[in-house]
């Protein structure tokens, strides 16, 4: 089974501090992606990864960036934080384009 | 902009009815995903939709795609509580590459 992590389930930071979430999936997959959710909007993807070291933007990259050194580990940064940033992030993971994404459980951040 | 609808949003139903949760999209696309997510929870994979004409079922659940009419329905039957979870789709546009866009979910509440 695939599996991805993320570094904590709940977040808090204040105003104005990075913010590093981070992903890490087991199965060698290709692409990664971040996304996050809030009520009454759905998902809406953030950037996502098709390769180490490579990066595209999403719909809603404003605000933040990603990393990707390695291809298991894929990290989202919030370079100063904003209390409309509060919000869950997911994070999944594909084999290749277009295949089934694999989401991990999630991290719930809030920004005061 | 590919744009993907879901209705209803909210949907509360007795046990052992039947009911269907329709998913519009606005651009063409050969690929569909439904996933389910519980309270607190992760997304879940439940089926992808690779053609047009594509039926898939699991259990209680039938998914079906028609591309032409750019339409996907996810048809219940005979609810049980244990369905009781939010529901996306999310599309796969053909020049979109890895990217997804879902819609907004369905809550679906199932009452003994």
């Known amino acids: 089974d695939v599996k991805v992590t993320q570094s904590s389930r709940y977040l808090v930071k204040r105003t104005g501090e990075k913010v590093f979430l981070e992903c890490v999936q087991d199965?060698?997959?290709?692409?990664m992606f971040w996304y996050r959710q809030d009520p009454g909007l759905g998902l809406r993807l953030i950037y996502f990864s098709y390769d180490v070291k490579m990066k595209e933007k999403g719909d809603i990259p404003e605000g933040y960036s990603v990393s990707r050194e390695k291809k298991e580990r894929f990290s989202l940064i919030l370079e100063s934080a904003s209390t409309n940033q509060t919000s869950m992030y997911l994070c999944?993971?594909?084999?290749?384009?277009?295949?089934?994404?694999?989401f991990g459980p999630g991290t719930r951040l809030t920004v005061l | 902009e590919l744009k993907v609808e879901q209705n209803p949003l909210f949907l509360s139903m007795q046990e052992g009815k039947n009911y269907t949760i329709y998913c519009n999209y606005s651009t063409t696309s050969d690929r569909l995903y439904w996933y389910r997510q519980d309270p607190g929870k992760s997304l879940e994979s439940l089926f992808v939709l690779l053609s047009n004409g594509a039926v898939k079922q699991e259990g209680r659940l039938m998914a079906s795609l028609d591309t032409k009419a750019r339409l996907s329905t996810l048809h219940i039957t005979a609810a049980v509580h244990d369905l009781s979870a939010t529901y996306f789709c999310?599309?796969?546009?053909?020049?979109?590459?890895?990217?997804?866009?879902f819609g907004e979910g369905t809550q679906l509440t199932v009452n003994p």
């Open positions: 999944a993971s594909s084999l290749l384009a277009r295949d089934t994404q694999y």
């Open positions: 199965m060698d997959h290709e692409n």
């Open positions: 999310a599309v796969d546009g053909e020049t979109s590459g890895s990217r997804l866009t």
